[in-house]
Each structure stands twice: as C-alpha cells, then as structure tokens.
C-alpha cells in the first residue's frame, strides 16, 4: 500500500468529484486527497499539504507552468500531471510530469501514478548517501525534542499521523538515531532549537 | 601466536589473557586474581574456588564469538556460579565502568564543548545509564531469585525463564546511538581525552552486547534445561 498525497486544480465539480472516486478506488495506493477550484489559493495550499502528487488542469494553470508549482510548493520532487479535459497545446503538456484524460480508465491512471511514484522511488534510492535532512524532517525533529506526540505533530503541521511516522522512520535512518534524547543531541548540535525551549521536559 | 579456537583445562591462563585480553574480565568476574605465574586454567580455578567447567564454558562461548545459543550446554555447568559470573558483570558495568566515563564524559565535554551541548549529551547518556540499570535490576531482583529458587528445586508457577527471554532487549542501541552522535556531530575540537572516551565507548559497547549473548545463548538455554527437569 503506498501512501500518497494528491492535489487536485479543476474548475469543474463535475470532473473533480468523478477523479477523486475513481481515485479511492486505485488498488495499491492509499490516496489523500485535497481539491481546489479557485487556483488563487493554490499556493498557500501547495505550502501547506505539501502533495506529492499535482492534478491540475492547465487552463486552471492560466498560464503558470509546473516549474512555477513546484517553485511555490517548496517541494521540487513534487510531480505535476495534466488533467485533459478537452484539446490543449502539446507545448504546454512537455512540461509537465505525466497526463491523465477524462476518458482514461481506471488501470491506465494506476500505470501512470505508479509509473510516477517509481521514478520517485528510484530518487531516494539514488540519494541514499545523504543524510541532511529535508526542511520537513527538521521541522518534525523540532516538535519530536519539545516532546509533542505523533499526534501534535500531525495537527500542528497538517500532516496525516501515518506521514509523520514516515518522516520519523526517514529520519531515523538518515541519521541512526531513534531515541528522543538522542534527537535532542542532534538539533542542539545543528541549533534547531535553543535548550530554552525543551526546558521543560 | 597460534590462535586456539577451544580451551582445555590443562592450558596455561596466562596464555589465554595473552591471546585475547577482553578475557581479563572474565577474571575479575570469576573473582581470579592476577599472577597466574606458569599455572594450567584448571589450577588457577581451583586455587580461586571457581567451578572449572563453568569458567570454561564461558571463556570459549565468548572465544567463539558467535550469536547463537549454545545447543546442549554441558551439564557440568554451574548455574550457580554463573549466575556469580552475570551478577559481578552487573556490577562492573554499574558501580565501575558507567560512572568512570561519565566522569572522562563530563571532563571532555567541559572544556571541549558548548554548554548547551554538553548539557544535552550528559543528558543523554544519563539518561541511557539509566537504562541500563533497570535492565540490570530486573535480573538481580527477578531473574537470579526465580533460578536461585529453581535450583533448589521449587519452580514458581507465575514465572519461567521465557518471560525474561522475551523481554530482555538490546541494552548496547543506546550506547551505539551515543557513539554515533559523538562521531556525527560532535561540535568541539577534539583532544586525546575525547578520544579516549571514544575508545571507551566502543569496549563497552562491544562489552555490553557480549554480556547480553551470554545471557540469551549460555544462561537462558541452562536455565531451559533445567526447568525441563522439575
């Protein structure tokens, strides 16, 4: 079961409504879903979910490319997919990641996310070696030292429980440590918080 | 040297400290004092009133180095005196080695380090220390007393070794947590002090995980054997 975080831009209620049941129903993925009609809070929303995956229509797009979301989104890993309702200018489409029709069928949109999730997948493996983390990661490092719970973590920073575990399993194995104290060392050291703030603990 | 792979009673102790020196702690374990002048094992043992087949036993689990249970442990072994053995194990780890570099940790730290820093790590490994000692406590205070009971033949009916073989965890994590930060992140400069530190570490760390495979692979499956008698 991969988990995975999708966003999706479509004007219409319609076709957003009818892409996100056929969403759930994808074997093998476990999908979190957010949508947004009106693209001018799609960069709060962007920052905010941190989607691994951008459905968007680009006459939505108006314009803006998926260079620009990823940009906004402060997740360059982030991947942006067409949503094609209709004919749309094969120079626009080069730059996005992938592109899902209005007529695909349910298999096909499995193939091309899972085709998506692989690369990704691939990426991590390629970057086994480093150890920084991510800004993400040091957030949570941040909240795990002040003692906040997997549950605080994922209320404070708008993440699913299961993410955060995910991120703290990341974690962990980035930097071989998987105790708390041990964290504590880790973001004293790098000055990801003062001892002032975990004093209480 | 010609590295032996089993020893007998008849070889010289000096030899087998010689030939692999973490032996020394075995000895004082044993409670064996040194000056081994030319004497056999088996010499050195009876003059120091320990059990020469369970001191054996020990030293060649530990000769072998290998992480599995031992399959018939030989019943000449002592339970009794192994379990002198595990308790003087504890106390070295508790009463000696602990607190001696907690105090080569704290000097290092001092001089060396940011106080919020050193504040941290001491924390750490306090905390870790800690651990350790309950780890530990729980087999003096249950563990010994269940086998001690055994041996004289009562079995409690509340209790068996398996309980204590399911929970008995990886006590050296922690310590290999610390090493990692240490060797990861450290802030200071370094000296020959920290160093030490380091290497001190790294014997404790490799002392602990030994001692927790005695346990798993010498003492638990004696302690199975013997449960099967009663």
Do not use: W
């Not at chain 1, 209005?102 to 998506?116: A, H, M, P, Q």
């Not at chain 2, 320990?50 to 072994?77: A, G, I, Q, R, Y």
């Not at chain 2, 050193?118 to 563990?143: C, G, L, P, Q, S």
């Amino acid at each position: 079961m991969k988990s995975l975080k999708v966003t999706i831009v479509e004007s219409s209620v319609i076709v957003c409504s009818g892409l996100e049941v056929q969403l759930k129903k994808l074997p093998g993925f476990r999908i979190q879903l957010t949508e947004i009609s009106d693209t001018e809070y799609l960069g709060e929303s962007l920052r905010l979910h941190k989607p691994d995956i951008l459905i968007i229509n680009p006459v939505a797009a108006a314009g803006a490319t998926p260079q620009q979301f990823k940009q906004e989104s402060g997740n360059p890993d982030m991947k942006c997919v067409a949503l094609l309702s209709g004919l749309t200018n094969k120079a626009i489409l080069r730059f996005y990641d992938g592109k899902i029709g209005i007529y695909d069928t349910l298999d096909e949109i499995r193939l091309k996310l899972e085709k998506l999730c692989a690369v990704e997948i691939n990426e991590t493996e390629d970057s086994e070696e480093q150890q920084t983390l991510s800004v993400r990661e040091k957030e949570i490092v941040v909240c795990v030292v002040k003692g906040m719970t997997n549950r605080e973590i994922a209320d404070r920073l708008y993440l699913s429980t299961h993410t955060v575990i995910t991120h703290r399993r990341n974690i962990a194995r980035k930097l071989q440590i998987h105790s708390a104290s041990g964290l504590t060392v880790y973001a004293i050291v790098n000055k990801l918080v003062e001892l002032s703030d975990i004093g209480k603990s | 040297m010609h590295k032996k792979t089993i020893y007998k009673e008849t070889d010289k102790m000096a030899d087998l400290i010689s030939n692999n020196y973490s032996m020394l702690l075995v000895m004082s374990r044993f409670g064996i004092s040194p000056g081994y002048e030319d004497k056999s094992i088996g010499e050195v043992c009876r003059q120091n009133e320990v059990d020469v087949c369970t001191f054996l036993t020990v030293v060649n689990f530990l000769h072998k180095d290998e992480d599995k249970p031992v399959k018939d442990v030989n019943s000449c072994l002592s339970l009794e005196h192994l379990i002198v053995y595990l308790h003087n194990a504890h106390d070295y780890f508790l009463k000696f080695r602990l607190p001696h570099l907690r105090r080569k940790l704290t000097d290092v730290l001092k001089d060396d380090c940011p106080p919020d820093v050193a504040f941290v790590i001491t924390k750490f490994y306090d905390e870790y220390a800690e651990e350790v000692n309950k780890h530990m406590m729980y087999e003096e205070k249950t563990v010994f007393p269940y086998v001690q009971e055994l041996l004289k033949g009562k079995k409690n009916p509340k209790y068996n070794i398996s309980i204590f073989h399911r929970r008995h965890d990886q006590i050296e994590l922690k310590i290999t947590e610390l090493k990692n930060l240490l060797l990861k992140y450290y802030p200071g400069k370094g000296s020959n002090l920290f160093n030490s530190v380091l290497f001190d570490i790294f014997t404790t760390e490799k002392d602990l995980t030994t001692h927790n495979q005695i346990e798993n692979n010498l003492f638990t499956p004696a302690i199975l054997e013997q449960e099967k008698l009663l």
